[in-house]
């Protein structure tokens, strides 16, 4: 039987997803970039920005974008 290989990346994604989802269910708005960083242990903003798109892109969140720009805290995640 084969093993599912994952990555460093994927541990990271199924980290801040689940981070996002506990998060909102706990305070009722999604965290800023600051505070997944700080909690996850993540050192760049911009880490988070770029795990953040691939999610996206896989259909597991979706953000809030008003203007062309994301708004702080308009991440939601999507039941899957």
Do not use: W
């Amino acid at each position: 039987m084969a093993k599912y290989k994952t990555s460093k990346g994927d541990k990271v994604r199924y980290n801040l997803y689940t981070y996002i989802r506990l998060f909102n269910r706990k305070y009722g708005f999604s965290p800023s970039y600051y505070e997944m960083c700080i909690d996850l242990g993540i050192r760049s903003t911009s880490t988070i920005k770029y795990h953040l798109d691939i999610l996206e892109k896989q259909g597991m969140i979706t953000r809030i974008v008003v203007r062309g720009k994301h708004i702080p805290r308009g991440t939601k995640t999507l039941n899957k």
